[in-house]
C-alpha cells in the first residue's frame, strides 16, 4: 500500500509509526532537523504529562507536548467533506486544542494529583500570550486569543470579586466544561478584563433568572 509522510504532533503517534523527522534545539547548533528511521512501539508519558518517552525499534526518543515530529504512515482516501462545513470558531478552537494538550476528558476531576486544572488551563492560556516560545507556535496561536477570558476568570472568580453565584457555578464546572467556559468567552468578544466583568454579569442575570 501507498505511504506518505506528514506532520503530526507528539501526542499524536501511534504504534507503528516510522518517524522520519524531528527537530531538536540547543544552544550550540541552535535548530536541527534530525532525520532518519525509527518504528514506534510505545510512548509513555512524564513530569504531569508534559515529557514524552518515545520506544522505537532502536532507541529511545524524548520530546515535550506539542512537539511536531514527521512519519511515515500508509495512505488514506479522506473522506468527502460537506462544501459548507463551518470551521470551527476561535473559541472552539482553543476549546478543543487545550482538552487535547492537557488530556482532558469529560470524566476529568478539577484536582489531578494536586493540581487545580481551572487554575492550569489559565496559567497556561496566559503563558501562551505572555512568554512566546514556551509552546509551539501552533498552540500559542490558539491559546493566545483566551488570554483576556483567562485573566477575567482570575480577577472575578478566583480572587472573589464577582457575584457570588457566578463563582460558585464557575468554580464547579468541571475542566471540560471551563474549557468550554473561556472558549464561549472568546467567541462572546472577550478581549479586555472590563468585557470580562460584563459578560459574568450576564451569567449572574441568567443563573438569578434560573433559580428564580
Same mark, same amino acid.
Given at each position: 500500500m501507498?505511504?506518505?509522510?506528514?506532520? %503530526?504532533? %507528539?501526542?499524536?503517534?501511534?504504534?507503528g509509526d516510522e518517524i522520519v523527522a524531528y527537530t531538536v534545539w540547543s544552544f550550540d547548533h541552535g535548530t536541527r532537523t534530525i532525520t532518519g528511521s525509527w518504528i514506534v512501539d510505545s510512548l509513555y508519558w512524564k513530569a504531569a504529562d508534559r515529557l514524552a518517552d518515545v520506544y522505537t525499534n532502536g532507541v529511545m526518543l524524548m520530546f515535550r507536548r506539542g512537539d511536531q515530529v514527521t512519519v511515515r504512515r500508509e495512505a488514506?482516501? @479522506?473522506?468527502?467533506?460537506?462544501?459548507?462545513?463551518?470551521? @470551527?470558531?476561535?473559541?472552539?478552537?482553543?476549546t478543543q486544542e487545550m482538552r487535547r494538550f492537557l488530556s482532558i476528558g469529560t470524566r476529568t476531576?478539577?484536582?489531578?494529583n494536586g493540581r487545580d486544572l481551572h487554575r492550569e488551563i489559565a496559567e497556561w492560556t496566559v503563558?501562551?500570550? &505572555? +512568554?512566546? /516560545?514556551?509552546?509551539?507556535? /501552533? +498552540?500559542?496561536? %490558539?491559546?493566545?486569543?483566551?488570554?483576556?477570558a483567562a485573566s477575567s476568570w482570575v480577577k472575578d472568580i478566583k480572587n472573589g470579586r464577582g457575584s457570588w453565584i457566578v463563582i460558585e457555578h464557575i468554580d464547579a464546572l468541571s475542566p471540560w +466544561?471551563?474549557?468550554?467556559?473561556? /472558549?464561549? &468567552? %472568546?467567541d462572546a468578544g472577550v478581549d479586555t478584563t472590563s468585557a470580562g466583568a460584563q459578560y459574568f454579569a450576564r451569567m449572574r442575570t441568567e443563573l438569578l433568572a434560573q433559580a428564580a
Open positions: 501507498a505511504t506518505t509522510e506528514i506532520t %503530526v504532533s %507528539v501526542e499524536d503517534l501511534a504504534k488514506t482516501t @479522506p473522506e468527502p467533506q460537506a462544501e459548507n462545513a463551518e470551521q @470551527p470558531t476561535s473559541g472552539q478552537q482553543f476531576r478539577r484536582d489531578r503563558t501562551a500570550a &505572555m +512568554q512566546r /516560545g514556551t509552546l509551539h507556535p /501552533g +498552540q500559542e496561536a %490558539v491559546f493566545a486569543p483566551a488570554f483576556d +466544561q471551563f474549557c468550554k467556559l473561556l /472558549g464561549d &468567552m %472568546v
